[in-house]
């Protein structure tokens, strides 16, 4: 197995646990629609891809979602509520990035969109010790396109098989496994460590 020079990680789910659950329901408590209302009515716009993605500005996706659905409050109160979403305890310790930083180049690989890496930035210290963050508003695509994984490798400084990456979404794993990186599902820490054990990433 080839040794590895840079170890890559998905964010949500993998790092930091999210419930979307918990900004639809922020969101109602301010609109006269119920929670599964609001979902229904913002999954069928198609707009949070493209806020994924950047082809849409925060301030134009909160506009439209605020008519949609008739949100009273002012954009910073809606971003509030969308970034709610997250939970304060990482799903992997500090301590493992603080280890594999001393030995390997670190990145964050994401979908996600200007309003929530602002919040993340800001709440989750352990961001700082990525040498980069590789996210789909920036680089304009969407895992599993082909075009993400290529963004990543140019950050990577290694090669492909030189990488490793995990990703709790079996999809997102197999387009880096097409792009040539070594990827494996993430399941769980105890499994990560199974996995970068096997690797020789750590002992």
């Not at 639809?24 to 949070?48: F, K, M, W």
Request: one cysteine or more.
């Amino acid at each position: 197995m080839t040794a590895k020079r840079t170890i890559i990680f998905d964010l949500g789910k993998v790092i930091i646990p999210f419930d979307f659950e918990r900004g639809y329901q922020a969101i109602a408590a301010d609109c006269r629609l119920p929670a599964a209302e609001i979902r229904s009515r913002i999954a069928a716009t198609g707009l949070v891809g493209q806020l994924e993605s950047g082809l849409v500005e925060p301030a134009e996706f909160v506009g439209a979602i605020s008519r949609l659905i008739d949100f009273p409050g002012s954009y910073q109160d809606f971003c509030r509520h969308w970034s709610s979403i997250f939970l304060p305890e990482t799903l992997i310790p500090e301590e493992l990035i603080l280890d594999l930083k001393t030995r390997y180049r670190l990145l964050v690989l994401s979908n996600t969109n200007a309003i929530h890496i602002d919040m993340v930035r800001e709440q989750y210290g352990i961001l700082r010790h990525f040498d980069h963050l590789v996210l789909s508003h920036e680089v304009k695509a969407m895992k599993p396109d082909p075009r993400i994984y290529a963004a990543a490798l140019a950050h990577a400084k290694a090669e492909p098989q030189e990488c490793f990456f995990t990703d709790d979404i079996a999809e997102y794993v197999e387009g880096a496994r097409r792009a040539g990186i070594d990827a494996e599902q993430f399941t769980g820490y105890a499994d990560l460590l199974g996995h970068l054990r096997h690797r020789g990433v750590v002992r």
